[in-house]
T-cell receptor
Framework: AQSVTQLGSHVSVSEGALVLLRCNYS??????LFWYVQYPNQGLQLLLK??????LVKGINGFEAEFKKSETSFHLTKPSAHMRDAAEYFC?????????????FGSGTRLSIRP | DGGITQSPKYLFRKEGQNVTLSCEQN?????MYWYRQDPGQGLRLIYY???????QKGDIAEGYSVSREKKESFPLTVTSAQKNPTAFYLC??????????????FGPGTRLLVL
């Protein structure tokens, strides 16, 4: 069965510092992996997704994530944090054998940015 | 502009009352989904539909009902059988089912509160 674990429910970094949000997945077949961002009282917006092409995936707002099969990880990074990056971030996984339309979301990581 | 609309933004429910949350999309997507979001628990799937006049239960369908009479509409009814309905409800759609690596696109959400 698929699962996804986000390490750290809350991450705080200084403006201009590196952002690293961790995500580990479990899937018995090659996965599709997603990162979504949610601003307060809004829906989720796709940041980036991995679908078995390049292992380093670039997304919107300067974010990127690297798929590491050996570590079953898909960590999200951004070289320099901005105040506008403060939001909740969700990692998600599905695969071609997913039960119909199943996509599994992690429990989320809240990112705070210190001035 | 193409997208997903949800209404109302806030909804108040009295004890024993059924309420219906609206979700409309003009993206011509086949699949639509309803999620419930509670603090610290990520997103949980309530119902999904891959095609008009067909829908399946997700992980937490008890106390909820849906219909899919039109491709663009997927309303969710929270019945009086749902004893803890206070949550943020998110509607999403995808071109096809997510097992093919499809991205889910989210609406802005409806916050349901119990009076």
């Amino acid at each position: 069965a698929q699962s996804v674990t986000q390490l750290g429910s809350h991450v705080s970094v200084s403006e201009g510092a590196l952002v690293l949000l961790r995500c580990n997945y479990s899937s018995s077949v090659p996965p599709y992996l997603f990162w979504y961002v949610q601003y307060p009282n809004q829906g989720l917006q796709l940041l980036l997704k991995y679908t078995s092409a390049a292992t380093l995936v670039k997304g919107i707002n300067g974010f990127e994530a690297e798929f590491k099969k050996s570590e079953t990880s898909f960590h999200l990074t951004k070289p320099s944090a901005h105040m506008r990056d403060a939001a909740e971030y969700f990692c998600a996984v599905s695969d071609e054998y997913s039960s119909a339309s199943k996509i599994i979301f992690g429990s989320g990581t809240r990112l705070s940015i210190r001035p | 502009d193409g997208g997903i609309t949800q209404s109302p933004k806030y909804l108040f429910r009295k004890e024993g009352q059924n309420v219906t949350l609206s979700c409309e999309q003009n993206l011509n997507h086949d699949a639509m989904y309803w999620y419930r979001q509670d603090p610290g628990q990520g997103l949980r799937l309530i119902y999904y539909s891959q095609i008009v006049n067909d829908f399946q239960k997700g992980d937490i369908a008890e106390g909820y009902s849906v219909s899919r009479e039109k491709k663009e509409s997927f309303p969710l009814t929270v019945t009086s059988a749902q004893k803890n309905p206070t949550a943020f409800y998110l509607c999403a759609s995808s071109p096809r089912q997510v097992g093919t690596g499809e991205t889910q696109y989210f609406g802005p959400g409806t916050r349901l509160l119990v009076l």
